[in-house]
């Protein structure tokens, strides 16, 4: 009988132990489960802020490059205006530099051709000049030369009816101030100038 009971003490600690493993096993698995849990819970977290750092840098870098566009912008924008600031300054300079000439420098008498007159002075001072006497001013440079040529060594009352402006009547005074016809006797149409009236 002792003997029966020794061996069923002995199955009851050897059931107790298995027991004892059974449950440090369920803990042990319940252990690993959490840890796989928060490695999980970890790994999204650690995506979620990969993924808002790379869109904050690519939000940063496209904030960049517009800023560096706008920059571009503004500097081709300054350099536009400055370049159109110096043609306005050339402009205006040359505008000078024409006045000038109508004033000072066209003396027919220093030209042996249309053509050099023409070589001499820009468009837009023979146009002045024309305009001044009341000779018509369009046709190419060329042409305004020879009409303004037509009046180096003829009276103005004697050039053709076709080179005056509309509603221009001829003015004898009109080059008075510039060459000094005062008192003088002007010629009237030569031969070349004939020739150039007709063209």
Do not use: Y
């Amino acid at each position: 009988r002792v003997e029966a009971e020794r061996i069923e003490v002995e199955r009851v600690a050897a059931e107790a132990a298995a027991e004892e493993a059974r449950l440090e096993e369920l803990r042990l698995q319940e252990a690993a489960r959490r840890e796989r849990i928060a490695a999980t819970k970890f790994a999204f977290h650690r995506s979620l802020l990969d993924a808002k750092f790379a869109l904050d840098r690519k939000t940063v870098e496209q904030a960049r490059q517009q800023e560096e566009k706008r920059r571009l912008t503004m500097e081709q924008e300054a350099v536009a205006t400055e370049q159109l600031h110096l043609k306005e300054e050339q402009r205006s300079a040359d505008e000078t530099a024409d006045v000038a000439a109508v004033s000072d420098a066209i003396d027919l008498s220093s030209f042996s051709s249309p053509q050099e007159l023409c070589n001499a002075f820009g468009a837009d001072t023979l146009k002045s000049e024309l305009a001044r006497i009341g000779l018509k001013c369009g046709g190419t440079p060329l042409d305004r030369a020879k009409r303004l040529f037509l009046t180096k060594d003829a009276a103005l009352d004697d050039l053709p009816k076709k080179v005056w402006a509309k509603g221009r009547r001829p003015d004898s005074s009109a080059r008075k101030d510039t060459f000094g016809l005062v008192g003088a006797t002007e010629p009237t149409l030569t031969d070349q100038q004939e020739r150039i009236a007709a063209e």
